[in-house]
């Protein structure tokens, strides 16, 4: 009989090897909001907002797992790896949508700070902020609902959850830093905006699919284990060159939208290390007065030129660099030392030279 899932087929009867963790996606996600428009006209919106987030984004959740996944033989058929796959990518989506809501309600406090008028006159009562979180918290749900109905083996299936679990109470933390760093008004220590980055980011968005593939796929212990360590390093590296891309003009800003990565050059609610190390210097007061321009509108392009100046005089950009060069070498040298399968530890190596590319 041919393989088949209600998620990843939605029900033709179509064979199974013709669907990827990305049509499982959009056909959950397309069957959530037939639901939400039956139960509640209008509810159907809150969905369609997580449809358009995940479709911006870049598949990189999905593509760490599957790349981890096919290293190993115990790996189940299709469709539960693309239910899997398909539940990480929700959960970056989840993390792009809390983070953005903790950003409408952040550049809120800020416009307020500097200037009560110049507050977004389109969230005036919240309203955006209160969507995008609820889309958020969907997407989180629907994340776990994915892998629990994935019919995954039963202990497998187990660790899948607990490895979920983790990463949201990591996600949490980070979130919680992040608001906390973003409300000082006295510099912020570079370690702080470090872990920032680790909790919110790097253990949901890197480590967590990478560990997620290997328990899929019937890994040693030691690999899983392993895999954590080496997602987390490449998080750092990936988010950190996502700032040394902005810091030198290279970026491209479509890649990143519908993406948890570091905001572009600056922004008035969200502390990048870059920024908090021009903070800490003598460049500091100007860096802070581009900040406060921020928080009342968009930055112009002259004030953009002067921001990237202050983060090449500073220092700051090539600290950041130095930051990224141990990341990748610290998930070099796991590899090595762990005796990772061959097309496992290719695989991490290409994404790591496409990834932190500047």
Known sequence: MTPISSYTSSGTGRRSQEFTPASALRGFLAHSGRKA????PGYERVWERIARTTEAGRGLQQELVMTSVEAYPARPTRPVLNAVAAAFELLHTAMVLRAEAGGLR?????????DAESADPTDRDGSRADLTAAA?????TGAYRLIATSRAPETRMLKLLEILDESVFHAAAGERLVAELSR??????????LDAIRLAIAVPCYEAPLRAGAVLGGAPTAHVIALGSIGRSLGMAHE???????AAGTRDEAEYEGSVSS???L????CTVTGVLVEAGEHGPAWQNLRERAA???LDADDVARARDLLDRSGAARSVARIVDTSVRRAKDTMAATELPAILEDGLLAWLERETAV
């Open 37 to 40: 428009a039956e139960l509640s």
């Open 106 to 114: 952040g550049v809120a406090r800020a416009a307020n700070a500097v």
């Open 263 to 265: 905001s572009p050059v």
């Open 184 to 193: 000082r008004t006295e510099p912020v220590p570079h370690d702080k905006a």
């Open 240 to 246: 950190l060159s996502g700032e040394l891309r902005a």
């Open 296 to 298: 009342r509108g968009p």
């Open 267 to 270: 922004h008035p609610d969200r």
């Open 136 to 140: 958020g918290d969907l997407a989180l």
